[in-house]
């Protein structure tokens, strides 16, 4: 199996992501309007309202690496080869939960606490994220139901740890299908039941199926995750490049006829393409792998979870002591995003860290003896 440690180039990905996100929600702000309107049109739509489709390079990239993860324990026993502990998907998904959960509820006293600060300062209504706030919402919130049960996240990044969640217990339903399919027909029909998973998941693109809005569940996005584990399986020399290559053309055929979320497609489209293209050129422990795009890497979670209330409470420090100008403005933007850099890296290090240490103490009891596990 290929080296993990490989893979500094999906850590600069994803910081580069993250900061497009940013970028998006700057020019969405609307204390940065006129710092908008100023700026060269080209500008504006392809360095800040395109950042939205970093949450696509986030989709490919953990398919990979939840890819990889199943991968590498299998969840049921192993006989053959005992020494390959079996890994129960209950594991897997305690050990992701553990991963993403603490930063995630750190994260959600963050943005009510932004919310009070916000309605202390204006004398409205205190409404995190617009809407009245209740326990019930709170406790959506919890168990990552909220826009499922039609509550109004907290604040709007939520809605991806939702759609993530979903995509780790799908995806172990393809695998439990995989393993005995694999075991009785081979591992050529176990590939065949990952690949028929991201076929079905082409009927949302191709308008086959219709979603009226943004979904809160997985299916109308699957095919971007999906695209992420069929890339790790082609990593692994598993899967014929042709599959990958036909699959990524199919999604720009349904971008090219008008499917729904074009923008989506082409940047599930470009980031496959561009790991497919590292991947051949050998540069996955090369390209975005200097320091500045490593640090975003590190803290690109930290920095999605609480830019957004960093952002707002900063631009409004700034209307409030300086002058109203564009000067001004594109100071405030930058006071903003050394403000969430920051911010984001001490977050990292108080609540992400922790969480990724202990995820990684989460493992399954070993039912192999003790001499197959030392090797005597």
């Known amino acids: 199996m290929a080296d993990r440690r490989h893979l500094g180039f999906f850590d600069g990905l994803r910081g580069v992501a993250a900061f497009a996100v940013v970028l998006y929600h700057i020019s969405g702000h609307e204390r940065m309007q006129e710092l908008m309107a100023a700026l060269p049109a080209p500008l504006v739509e392809w360095g800040f309202r395109y950042g939205l489709l970093g949450v696509a390079v986030f989709f490919v990239l953990s398919g990979f690496v939840i890819g990889y993860s199943l991968d590498r324990w299998r969840l049921a026993a192993d006989h053959e080869n005992p020494e390959r ?44 994220g617009l809407a009245p706030f209740t326990i019930g919402r709170l406790v959506a919130h919890l168990f990552y139901v909220q826009e499922i049960l039609g509550y109004v996240n907290f604040n709007d990044v939520f809605w991806t740890l939702a759609i993530e969640l979903q995509f780790y217990i799908a995806l172990i339903v393809v695998w439990l299908i995989k393993e005995p399919v694999e075991a009785r027909w081979g591992r050529t029909a176990g590939l065949a039941v990952i ?99 490593r640090f975003l890497g590190r803290i690109s979670y930290s920095l999605y979870l609480i830019h957004t209330p960093i952002l707002g409470a900063v631009f409004t420090v700034m209307a409030a002591i300086g002058p109203t100008n564009v000067w001004w403005d594109l100071v405030a933007m930058t006071a903003g995003v050394v403000a969430g850099l920051v911010l984001s890296t001490i977050f990292y290090h108080l609540f992400e860290l922790p969480s990724i240490r202990l995820s990684k103490r989460v493992q399954p009891r070993s039912r192999v003896p003790e001499m197959a596990r030392t090797g005597m």
């Open 85 to 128: 502990r079996a890994k129960p998907f209950g594991v897997f998904l305690v050990k992701r939960l553990v991963r993403l959960t603490p930063p995630y509820y750190a994260a959600i006293a963050v943005a009510l606490v932004a919310a009070i600060g916000a309605a202390v300062e204006s004398g409205e209504p205190f409404e995190p």
């Open 195 to 293: 690949v028929a998973s991201a076929v079905a998941g082409l009927a949302w693109p191709f308008a086959l199926v219709t979603v009226e809005g943004r979904s809160p569940w997985f299916m109308a996005l699957w095919y971007s995750f999906a695209s992420g584990v069929m890339l790790y399986l082609t990593w692994q020399g598993r899967l014929p490049r042709l599959v990958i290559g036909a699959y990524t053309a199919a999604l720009v055929v349904a971008a090219a006829i008008g499917g729904p979320n074009q923008g989506f497609l082409l940047a599930t489209v470009a980031t496959s393409g561009a790991i497919l293209a590292a991947m051949e050129l050998g540069r996955l422990d090369q390209w975005l792998t200097i320091r500045p795009f």
